[in-house]
């Protein structure tokens, strides 16, 4: 485990156990094994500087510390623990959804909205949730499919198509739990990889860069990341592609400059 600069290492010390609990094994210090995954603790505040992290073989679990006393919160300690054993991501009684069209997108988000408002979210929270529904939906409806040569069927066409075909369809869940909403999206590809994720950390904080070398306006991401307290992914390569997001209900409008995990594990 390595520690950022904005945490002071009696801190570092004292969250190991809190990981520990959710079966986060932890090995510090420079004399670890190579190839281990690196676990990043910080304050939540995302930066360029953590587009390298992400770059790393393999990428590193940014983990904020938002809880008390500066330590990771039990919530996103339990989605780390989950993630990198292979469970579940979502907590249960999820509403599962197929995507196969922008119909199928748009009604989605509409039912994940009113989720919000019936759990008492904010106006602010339901417009936000619908956003990212639509961005998670778009990115796995059109960027994840390929075909048998590894070429993308519709990336390059977004404007135009209106359906995918039925193997192409992808899953979209969402739950209300303890004042947040999460969100879960899965294709049957698994090409998804931290690139694109550290492209939209290298322009945090700035305008936003337009990359439309995969297809869309390389926007999707970053709109992701601003609005969600944690993002985790999971991907095995070449079967399937998981992206959970999770949304706080309250009326926050600032969300980009909220603390933010961002967990990639690429098995």
Request: with cysteine.
């Amino acid at each position: 485990m390595i520690a950022d600069d904005s945490l002071a290492p009696a801190l570092v010390e004292q969250a190991a156990p809190i990981l520990a609990r959710d079966g986060v094994a932890l090995c510090q210090g420079p004399g670890s094994p190579s190839g281990l995954r690196r676990l990043v603790l910080f304050d939540g505040k995302l930066s360029p500087a953590h587009a390298e992290s992400l770059r790393r073989e393999p990428p590193a679990l940014l983990l904020a510390t938002r809880g008390a006393d500066g330590h990771p919160s039990a919530w996103e300690t339990r989605l780390l623990g989950a993630l990198l054993r292979g469970d579940a991501l979502l907590p249960p009684g999820a509403s599962r959804h197929r995507l196969q069209a922008v119909a199928d997108i748009n009604a989605t988000g509409e039912a994940a909205a009113r989720a919000v408002t019936q759990a008492r979210g904010s106006r602010t929270a339901a417009a936000l949730v619908a956003d990212v529904v639509h961005e998670l939906a778009a990115n796995a409806l059109w960027d994840a499919p390929v075909d048998a040569q590894g070429q993308h069927r519709y990336a390059h066409r977004r404007a135009e198509v209106r359906e995918v075909a039925p193997e192409d369809a992808c899953e979209l869940s969402y739950v209300v739990e303890e004042g947040r909403v999460w969100l879960e999206v899965v294709d049957r590809f698994g090409g998804l990889r931290p690139g694109p994720f550290a492209r939209a950390l290298e322009g945090w904080g700035g305008r936003v860069q337009v990359d439309a070398s995969g297809g869309g306006a390389g926007l999707g991401l970053r709109r992701i990341l601003e609005h969600s307290d944690a993002v985790a992914v999971r991907v095995a390569a070449g079967r399937e592609s998981r992206v959970l997001c999770v949304v706080d209900l309250g009326e926050a409008r600032r969300r980009a400059a909220q603390p933010k995990s961002l967990l990639f594990c690429l098995q």
